[in-house]
């Protein structure tokens, strides 16, 4: 279960997105150490200026200490005023792109902070472009003319040539602090994890939307692709370490202003079509039991198939992941290797490993019992080992090659040499899998 503290950060949130009032109910009684807690947890989901701006006139945030107070206000503050620059700077540049001819569709970042109460204390750390490949070495031209620096980390499709466009390239300004990324594609190509969802918009230049962002007119994604995008993008991040408080409410605001001119048919097939449906399901119960979402006011339409949300414990991580989940290296790390072994080729699936004490096959009796509490694999080790290790505070990722199908499921009689066989067979994706996480494991601990 979430605990108070976090119990009262959601209440704060709420209280912003939905413009409440009555400071919420949560905060009363809550201790220093917990309002201390509190605050980093704003922080970590760049939320600090919206909590400020919720609890910053309150009775109880005005008996915490002063330093606390001050420090508080002064974070919230220069943020809102980083954004208000990097606001107008943007709208600037991408006038400038304009009278080149060039038409981006602006993603998340300024489109997103337009559907909230109070846009600037919904800070973007960048703004992300979509632009057709033939308009890059137009936007590269202008940016580097404009001072500002490519950034080191490019993403190139494997095999490419000096000279072929990238399919993602950040600028960054080095006196403004003003970041861009621009995108050929939506998602890398070379991801066998998330490069397929580049198929969901491939035709999105041909129906682009336009909001108003202080009278400025923009190219944005049409909005049920926007919606799906969001969505789309936290499962990226989710994968990557974690998806973070506010991208649910990127994705509750889009509904709440959008909801009646999305078409949700079409919305709910492109979650079952790339499967997003229980994700999806779950991110909206998040923002129905707690940030005040309502698929009733808003004129979303709920999904026809019928899974029953069970979303408590992926709360519990996207509150431990902070902002794109790089709330620690720890797990940064950990989502590394998971992704790596994503990546790998190998048919990975996930489910729950139970542990027999052999040294011998299950009978059929017992197969039948490790069914019954839910096991999709039995093997003779890993569990106990998994247990000391979580004992001693180490992150886990556990591997299992299935051999064989268990007694009683296949009409032919068990053989040793069958899962020697099938052992032998597995055995070089397995070591490139375990060798490039040693490899993963000494990049981050060095």
Known sequence: MITETETAFL????AFLTEEKASPAEIQG???KQWNHLFVLAAQHSLLSAVYDVVGKTPEFAELPDELRRQVKTQAMQSVLQQVSRTALFLSDEKELEHLGVQPLVMKGIVCRSL??????????????????KDFATVDACF???????DKETAMPNGAKDGDTPEEMGYIHPKTGVFYEIHTRLFSTESSAYGYLNRAFSDVF????????QGQSIFTLEETHHLFYLLCHSFKHFLHGGVGIRQICDMVQMIHVYGRKIDWEMFWQLCEEYHMMCFCINLLDIGERYLGFSYEASGAVRA?????????????????AGSFGKSSAGR??????TLYAAETGADLKEGTYLQFTGPAYESPQEVAMART???????MSTACEAVAANHMGMRIVGISCISNLACGISPQPLSHKEVQEAADAVAPVFQKLVTQMIKEIGITCR
Do not use: Q, W
Not at 120 to 127: F, I
Not at 206 to 213: D, G, I, L, T, W
Not at 332 to 337: F, L, Q, R, T, V
Not at 373 to 379: H, N, P, R, T
């Open 144 to 150: 580097m003319r404009k001072g500002f620096v490519r």
């Open 30 to 32: 809550l201790t220093e």
């Open 206 to 213: 041909a129906h682009p939307s336009r909001v108003e962002v």
């Open 332 to 337: 940064i790390h950990s989502a590394n290797i």
């Open 116 to 133: 909230y109460p109070k846009p600037d204390l919904r800070p973007s750390g960048d703004e992300d472009l979509l632009i057709s490949a």
């Open 373 to 379: 509490l839910g096991a999709d694999a039995v093997g």
């Open 304 to 320: 026809t198939k019928k899974l029953r949300p069970d979303s408590e414990a992926l709360l519990i991580d996207i509150l431990d």
């Open 11 to 14: 209440a704060v949130i709420r």
